[in-house]
């Protein structure tokens, strides 16, 4: 089992930058992939970064060049750095990782509003 705290959201003004994190605990040693994902009210909830256990990291084609995924070395918290925030980047942000054997879990969220 794993336990995901996120921290870091608040309010920006539209251009602006915070630094997202993921902080995990438990049997952190089992987890293949992490990924941050978001969702706006009345949307879907959106994966906009992940990165695996290899260092790997994919990114959603609206936020490549603004947003950076990375983690610690011990790999136990991940970061999402955003930058030139928009409107449109408003969300709740969440954190999610896969476990070896498929289990999923997820932190609590952080918001993040950009006003313009």
């Known amino acids: 089992q794993v336990q995901l705290v996120e921290s870091g959201g608040g309010l920006v003004q539209a251009g602006g930058s915070l630094r997202l994190s993921c902080a995990a605990s438990?049997?952190?040693?089992?987890?293949?992939?992490i990924g941050w994902y978001r969702q706006a009210p009345g949307k879907q909830r959106e994966l906009v970064a992940s990165?695996?256990?290899?260092?790997?990291?994919n990114y959603v084609d609206s936020v490549k060049g603004r947003f950076t995924i990375s983690r610690d070395k011990a790999g136990n918290t991940v970061y999402l750095q955003v930058d030139s925030l928009k409107p449109e980047d408003t969300a709740l942000y969440y954190c999610?990782?896969?476990?070896?054997?498929?289990?999923?879990?997820w932190g609590q969220g952080t918001q993040v509003t950009v006003s313009s």
């Open positions: 990165i695996n256990s290899g260092g790997r990291t």
């Open positions: 438990g049997s952190t040693f089992r987890i293949m992939t």
């Open positions: 999610n990782a896969v476990l070896i054997g498929g289990s999923r879990y």
